[in-house]
DNA sequence: TCAATATAATACTTTTTAATATATTATCTT
DNA sequence: AAGATAATATATTAAAAAGTATTATATTGA
């Protein structure tokens, strides 16, 4: 009998890669404060500056890293570069994260209702 | 008028880090393969070992970040200690990473019959 | 004393973060 | 067209902090 625990394993180990360069990226205050203000409509740079108070390199860098790892995307408009969300997974984690880390009273509630 | 926006972004900037600590924790493939495993049923480190071939310190290393960030509640019986989840927030994004990353085929399909 | 698990100690590499400076691209003014 | 200004990106670097892997040892219970 062929061993398929460690075919498994690897397919696993894979994924599990994958899904941890995610949240990798995700596992940033600065970054998760960045798409969520993204999440909400697309916004060129100063307007993420102007709302979130974080100073422009550290803000344009963080956004790189946002763009290299395919969170978002870029369109230029004149001066002006807008971004928007690219990746559905990130979005997808983005809003359990919202609901769990933003909305604990409703979260609670329906918890109860479900007793 | 006093400005509010101030005080709201300190709050998010609070939420974002506490929603940056449970990232992080998740973000190593080891322990999302200790936390997949486990949510599928309490284990003990044994169990986890075989399963996983992952070696006993790095093992216990990983699995006491797990318990320190209080993601995992340990029960002995006998020699042997026996894992489960402890945190409803962990297993919130557990469960849209397992969607998002495991189930592609299903998801696409739902994607698709969404249009 | 053995089995199961945890902790300690260490050495190493890699990341992260932050800050300052500079470059690029586009627009505006004269 | 020249130069000034605005918006954004990139480069550099320094310092701190983390992450990883390994080997050895300790604890607890049977």
């Known amino acids: 009998m062929p061993d398929t625990t460690g075919i498994d394993l690897d397919a696993m180990r894979k994924t599990a890669a994958d899904t941890s360069a995610l949240l990798k990226t995700l596992a940033n205050p600065d970054r998760l404060l960045l798409l969520c203000q993204i999440s909400q409509g697309e916004c060129c740079v100063g307007e993420l500056e102007e709302a979130l108070d974080i100073h422009q390199p550290t803000l344009s860098q963080q956004l790189g890293i946002l763009r290299e790892e395919g969170l978002v995307n870029t369109r230029r408009e004149g001066k002006r570069i807008y971004y928007s969300i690219a990746s559905e997974k990130a979005m997808a ?8 880390f933003c909305k604990p009273a409703a979260r609670r509630k329906s918890a109860a209702r479900a007793h």
């Open 93 to 100: 984690v983005m809003q359990v994260l919202y609901e769990q």
